[in-house]
């Protein structure tokens, strides 16, 4: 009898070892018997996230656009944001799902729920929030060591550019997301931590949805000494050209009108850092002319 009960005792201290529990963005605690060894991502973010924790190899399927690393296009597709294939996840059989919160709607992570598969929420609103993510990850795959490597690394590199910019004079920061119809970004999105970062201050901070609507009177009327817009993508795609014919406006006076890669500014994974220190030196040019 008392071997049996050691052995239960081993057993169980075993079982224990091999538990994880984090808790994710929406501040619901996910607990793994074991490291997630199937892994389905449901955001591009995610995708980059998870390579960079050390787990790229335990990804079975993930959502379109997940295009980085090159790594990442191999990987099977379960749908668009639009749209999921809840047939195509269950026969993949994963281990942990990780859903985006702005980007998949409600029904969908309702479905995804309703399987009964350990869900974690990633929602990185903040340049802090990349790094914990990257340490959460690693530990739910089992891959600490990678994982607080990289994100060590990222916090190393926001600290060398808060450093050297955060206390630099403000700079007024229009970030134009869309041109037709006009969207922008409230302080809440990760390019605004990172404008912050920059020392910028984006104008239309205060707003309650993350990504609204805005017209171009009100642009304007706030009259911001920078504006940042993503690259183009189709001959139908306007840009900042929008802001030539105003040329009272600061911004377009100074030539200070800044053309982006917003995947590095947009997307919160680890790449935003490189999109924050091309944005400083952006600013940094405006700061310069005037």
């Known amino acids: 009898m008392k071997a049996i009960f050691f052995l239960l005792l081993a057993l169980c201290a075993s079982c224990a070892q091999g538990a994880v529990s984090v808790v994710d963005d929406s501040g619901k605690q996910v607990v793994l018997a074991r490291?997630?060894?199937?892994v389905i991502s449901m955001a591009p973010h995610v995708t980059e996230l998870l390579f960079a924790a050390g787990g790229g190899a335990r990804i079975i399927g993930a959502m379109n656009?997940?295009?980085?690393?090159e790594e990442a296009?191999?990987?099977?597709?379960?749908?668009?944001?639009?749209?999921?294939?809840l047939e195509r996840v269950i026969a993949l059989k994963p281990d942990l799902l990780i859903v985006w919160q702005s980007g998949n709607t409600a029904r969908q992570i309702a479905q995804l729920q309703g399987l009964g598969i350990p869900v974690f929420h990633s929602e990185p609103r903040s340049l802090e929030t990349v790094a914990s993510s990257l340490e959460r990850f690693g530990r739910l795959l089992g891959s600490d060591g990678t994982a607080q490597a990289a994100a060590a690394r990222f916090r190393a590199k926001i600290g060398a550019l808060r450093t050297r910019y955060a206390s630099r004079p403000p700079v007024s920061v229009f970030y134009q997301a869309w041109d037709n119809p006009l969207?922008?970004?409230?302080?809440?999105?990760?390019?605004?931590?990172?404008?912050?970062?920059?020392g910028g201050r984006n104008i239309f901070a205060e707003l309650k949805t993350i990504a609204p609507q805005v017209s171009v009177e009100a642009v304007v009327q706030r009259d911001p000494e920078?504006?940042?817009?993503?690259?183009l993508y189709t001959p139908q795609d306007r840009g900042l050209s929008i802001w030539q014919p105003?040329?009272?406006?600061?911004?377009?006076?100074?030539?200070?009108?800044f053309t982006f890669d917003e995947?590095?500014?947009?997307r919160p994974g680890p790449r935003v850092v490189d999109g924050a220190a091309t944005l400083c030196t952006r600013l940094e040019e405006a700061r310069a002319r005037r």
Do not use: W
Request: hydrophobic fraction near 35%; proline fraction near 5%.
């Open 65 to 69: 656009y997940s295009d980085f690393p």
């Open 263 to 266: 995947q590095l500014l947009t």
């Open 226 to 231: 920078a504006i940042l817009g993503g690259k």
């Open 183 to 198: 969207y922008t970004l409230n302080g809440e999105q990760i390019a605004s931590d990172a404008i912050r970062l920059c």
């Open 73 to 85: 296009r191999k990987i099977p597709l379960i749908g668009s944001n639009s749209q999921i294939d």
């Open 35 to 38: 490291p997630a060894q199937r």
């Open 246 to 257: 105003f040329h009272s406006m600061t911004a377009v006076r100074r030539k200070n009108l």
